[in-house]
C-alpha cells in the first residue's frame, strides 16, 4: 500500500490517496512459548507482514485459535485481542491467555489476513488476497490442586505407636471442580525425608480421598505427604497426562 499526498503551492491542506497493488502477502510468525497453563500464561505471538521482500503497512490481522481437529475454539477460549493493525514497519505482536475453561490438549495457532486494510482516510474489508502463517502448535495445560490434612485416633496431638493416622481430603481440577476417581499417593515421611510409610488410593466421585495408617516409631518432624501423578497408567496416562501439571501437598494435623 503506497501513500501519495498532494498539496497546491504553499497551502497547508493536502489531498491524500492511496495505491494498492494486490498481491498476496507473506505473514511470518513466531511464539514466545509454546507450553501454555491455561488460565496463568500470558504469551505473545509476533512476526512481520512482507510482500516481495518489502515490509507492509496497514493490514489487519487475526489470530486464531484452532483445537486438534481443525475447529476454529478463538471465541471460545482464546482471550484479548483477536484483530490488529500491523505496524508501519512491517511488524506485529499479539498478546494473549488462555481461559480456564478450555479442554488440555494440543492446539494450533495462525496468523490469518482476511483482506482488511486499516490506516488514516482509508478502512476497507476482504478487499486484497487472502493468506495465514504457518500453523503454531502449542500444548495448553491444566493445573490441579489438593486440600487435605489428617488426624489421629487415640493421641489427637501427638504420635502414639499403633494409633490410627486417618490423611483425606480433596483432589481439585484448577477450575475447582472435582478430579474423581484418580489415583493418588499419600507418604509418610521422616524429617530428612526418608519414607515412613506409604499407600495409594484412589477420590471417589467428589474428589475425595480417604487412608488409612498404623502409626510406627515416628518422631516429631514426621510430615505427611499427599501426590497426584496424571501421567500415572491409572490417572490419564502418556501422552494425556503430559497436559495436565502434577500436584505434591503436606497436609497437618486436624485437631
Known amino acids: 500500500m503506497f501513500q501519495i499526498k498532494v498539496n497546491w503551492s504553499s497551502y497547508a491542506t493536502f489531498n491524500t490517496t492511496y495505491v494498492l497493488i494486490n498481491e498476496k502477502v507473506n505473514i511470518f510468525s513466531n511464539i514466545d512459548h509454546s507450553s501454555i497453563l491455561r488460565d496463568i500464561d500470558s504469551f505473545i505471538v509476533s512476526g512481520t507482514v512482507r510482500e516481495s521482500g518489502e515490509f507492509l503497512r496497514g493490514l489487519n490481522l ?3 485459535l484452532l483445537d486438534s481437529s481443525s475447529s476454529d475454539v478463538s ?18 505482536a499479539f498478546l494473549n491467555s488462555i481461559d480456564i475453561s478450555c479442554p488440555q490438549g494440543n492446539y494450533y495457532l495462525n496468523i490469518t489476513f482476511t ?45 502414639y505407636y499403633g494409633d490410627d493416622c486417618y490423611v483425606y481430603g480433596n483432589l481439585y481440577w484448577d477450575n ?11 507418604t509418610i515421611r521422616d524429617g530428612v525425608g526418608g519414607i515412613l510409610a506409604t499407600q495409594v488410593g484412589f477420590t471417589d466421585i467428589n474428589g475425595f480421598f480417604n487412608l488409612t495408617f498404623t502409626v510406627g516409631d515416628w518422631l516429631d518432624d514426621t510430615e505427611v505427604w499427599v501426590y497426584f501423578y496424571p501421567d500415572d497408567p491409572s490417572n490419564f496416562g502418556i501422552p494425556d497426562g503430559l497436559y495436565i501439571i502434577a500436584s505434591e501437598q503436606e497436609v497437618f494435623r486436624q485437631i
Not at 75 to 92: K, M, P, R, V
Not at 120 to 149: C, F, K, Q, R, W
Not at 176 to 186: D, K, P
Request: glycine share 10%; hydrophobic share 40%.
Open 62 to 64: 487475526n489470530i486464531v
Open 176 to 186: 475447582g471442580t472435582a478430579m474423581a476417581f484418580m489415583e493418588i499417593n499419600v
Open 115 to 159: 483482506g482488511g486494510i486499516s490506516a488514516p482516510g482509508i478502512s476497507m474489508s476482504n478487499y486484497m488476497v487472502h493468506n495465514s502463517s504457518l500453523l503454531i502448535s502449542i500444548d495448553i495445560t491444566a493445573s490441579t490442586y489438593i486440600i487435605g490434612s489428617y488426624e489421629t485416633k487415640v493421641v489427637k496431638d501427638d504420635w
Open 75 to 92: 471465541a471460545l477460549y482464546l482471550l484479548g485481542s483477536q484483530t490488529i493493525t500491523i505496524n508501519n514497519d512491517g511488524s506485529y
